[in-house]
């Protein structure tokens, strides 16, 4: 389950990334996220899952496609020339790029180490456990996040509406 889970993840992620259509990128971000949702389930962890799909594919991606349809920026782009010889080089500069994550992660002490540790099963998250912990421990980070979201609404309407 979670070599699916993380296929679908990385592929529809990678899919997006290269999609030309906003639109179509979009639907992309939903598998995304339902991937993300699946690998927490596979955590213990179905509380981050359900807020996973209910925030993130629910509310997050509904508002991006209705900013992305009210400012038009669904309109194709016109066609420019390939430049071939950027293509290569960011492809060769990929593939060095991973081959040596590759061989740093493989020589990793801290990699060596989990490989010789237990495996310890933890707890699943009640949602009880995250809403304490949330308004104890990190409720000025809920209030300034929420401060945040007001401040970008109100910004994104002035910038749709000319006439307040």
Same mark, same amino acid.
């Given at each position: 389950?979670?070599?699916?889970?993380?296929?679908?993840?990385?592929?529809?992620?990678?899919?997006?990334?290269?999609?030309?259509n906003v639109i179509v990128a979009g639907l992309f971000l939903v598998a995304?996220?339902?991937?993300? @949702?699946? $690998?927490?389930? +596979? =955590?213990?962890n179905p509380v981050s899952a359900?807020?996973?799909?209910?925030?993130? !594919?629910? @509310?997050? $991606?509904?508002? +991006? =496609?209705f900013v992305i349809?009210?400012?038009?920026?669904?309109?194709?782009?016109? !066609?420019?020339?390939d430049l071939y010889f950027q293509r290569y080089?960011?492809?060769?500069l990929g593939i060095v790029l991973i081959g040596g994550s590759i061989i740093l992660i493989r020589q990793s002490q801290l990699l060596q180490s989990l490989s010789e540790q237990q495996v310890h099963h933890?707890?699943?998250?009640?949602l009880n456990q995250m809403g304490a912990e949330m308004m104890t421990?990190?409720?000025?980070?809920?209030?300034?996040?929420g401060l945040l979201l007001l401040v970008s609404m109100i910004g994104a309407?002035?910038?749709?509406?000319?006439r307040l």
């Open positions: 389950m979670f070599l699916a889970f993380a296929l679908l993840t990385i592929g529809s992620a990678l899919a997006m990334a290269f999609q030309k995304t996220f339902i991937g993300v @949702a699946g $690998l927490f389930i +596979l =955590l213990s359900a807020l996973q799909i209910i925030v993130y !594919a629910g @509310a997050i $991606l509904v508002l +991006l =496609l349809m009210m400012l038009n920026a669904h309109e194709e782009e016109p !066609a420019q020339d080089i960011a492809l060769g933890i707890a699943p998250v009640s421990n990190h409720v000025i980070s809920f209030e300034i996040i309407i002035s910038l749709v509406k000319k």
